[in-house]
């Protein structure tokens, strides 16, 4: 029974990732996995409840690649920029599953931002308050509105696109560029140092 629910979250996910909420029936999430609708209905009662169960599911992978990229990084500049580049291109490369749930599921939609900047705030700003510790940020640096401003502004620059529009930049220079010019703004002298030693890194 466990294995057919985590089927049809499965399923569900990757439909709803690249065609949106909205326009996925239980029918297109039948077909897809080769089940039948009354098996679905078995574990979910409703479209709405089974959204909710892939946003959960979507929320544990993004916390797991989190920690991952932790992991995986160097100082707390590093680590900063690499966690928000992920978070933000995740929206950059599913637009239509994030507008369709903002405008056909917003209490949903709210939730699933709220739990975001939530990991945001925990992940990306305990690198940061690693950084303070080790004078790489600026001791004044207000933790919190900092993460919560450029989560709320690369949110809304990225899911407009009449912001981006005839730029000529690509979704990942533009979200490298949000968070570097950002980072400028907090970071100390030796940390300013690291974070241009680490951007000649990334594509221009």
Do not use: W
């Amino acid at each position: 029974m466990e294995a057919a629910r985590l089927k049809i979250i499965s399923i569900a996910t990757k439909l709803f990732l690249r065609f949106g909420f909205k326009y996925v029936t239980m029918d297109d999430i039948a077909e897809k996995g080769h089940l039948s609708k009354k098996t679905i209905y078995q574990h979910f009662l409703s479209k709405e409840q089974l959204i909710s169960a892939v946003l959960q599911e979507l929320e544990s992978m993004i916390g797991k690649q989190l920690d991952h990229i932790l992991f995986k990084s160097g100082n707390s500049i590093e680590s900063f920029f690499n966690l928000c580049k992920y978070i933000f291109l995740q929206q950059c490369n599913h637009p239509t599953a994030i507008r369709t749930l903002k405008k056909h599921y917003p209490v949903k939609y709210s939730l699933f931002y709220y739990l975001e900047e939530k990991l945001v705030l925990e992940k990306a700003g305990g690198q940061l308050k690693k950084g303070i510790g080790e004078g790489l940020f600026i001791p004044v640096l207000e933790i919190k509105p900092f993460c919560c401003f450029l989560y709320r502004v690369s949110t809304s620059i990225i899911n407009n696109a009449e912001i981006s529009y005839g730029c000529n930049l690509s979704k990942e220079v533009l979200v490298n560029d949000l968070i570097y010019y950002s980072l400028r703004s907090v970071v100390s002298a030796p940390g300013l140092l690291l974070l241009e030693k680490m951007y000649e890194n990334y594509p221009d």
